[in-house]
């Protein structure tokens, strides 16, 4: 896991066997799965993941008769099953290509940032990544949604697959973080910071490659 976290963040792979090295550029994004019964990753290794899902099984019994009807439908018929979601598929990856395009446009204040930065220190995320994660995450769910600006609930988005696996859970507490603890801290962070100046550019902005404009008030 290491060696592919390595070339991932690097985007080069090296290959070294018998005396022989070997690299070549790749670009790609590691997902992977575990189960919490077979043991913990290290916090070191955990916070090079960007984002977590934690997925639990479906209690809604209407939610249980879709699956169990969508189930039954692709092994009835699977090329029907195909066509008929296969529009939504098209659909979804429109938006996401969209989003990729426009994900660079999007902007933040120093405010966003100091909200953001609020968030991890309130939580007692080591390091810097969280922080830069949750930044980038709010951007992408911006563009996702055709927006050139972030907004509280992107920063709130982003954070809630950031934080938990890198928040350090404390004796007897069942979530190490929830959706209201989030909006909670964020609401305190804008009441002390406020969302920035109107064309105020941070100075992480004026190191960015991208050209950044300002951000919508």
Do not use: C
């Not at 976290?5 to 670009?27: C, F, Q, T, W």
């Not at 994900?103 to 991890?120: C, H, K, Q």
């Amino acid at each position: 896991v290491d060696l592919l976290l390595d070339s991932a963040a690097m985007g080069v792979n090296i290959v070294e066997r018998e005396g022989i090295s070997y690299s070549h550029p790749a670009k790609f994004i590691l997902v992977g799965t575990m189960n919490p019964e077979e043991g913990d990753l290290r916090p070191q290794l955990l916070d090079r993941f960007a984002f977590s899902v934690q997925i639990g099984g479906l209690l809604d019994p209407q939610m249980r008769v879709q699956v169990m009807e969508r189930r039954i439908g692709f092994e009835t018929d699977p090329d029907g099953f195909r066509e008929e979601w296969t529009a939504n598929e098209h659909q979804l990856s429109e938006r996401i290509a969209k989003a990729r395009e426009l994900v660079n446009e999007v902007t933040y204040s120093r405010g966003d940032l100091a909200a953001i930065a609020t968030l991890t220190s309130s939580f007692k995320v080591d390091g810097h990544r969280g922080d830069l994660v949750i930044l980038r995450g709010a951007q992408a769910n911006a563009a996702f949604h055709g927006r050139t600006y972030i907004t509280d609930e992107d920063i709130l988005t982003a954070a809630e697959l950031a934080l938990p696996h890198r928040v350090k859970a404390q004796p007897f507490q069942e979530g190490s973080v929830n959706a209201y603890d989030l909006e909670e801290t964020l609401e305190q962070a804008r009441s002390e910071f406020g969302d920035g100046e109107p064309g105020e550019e941070s100075e992480q902005q004026e190191a960015d490659a991208n050209p950044v404009k300002k951000k919508r008030p």
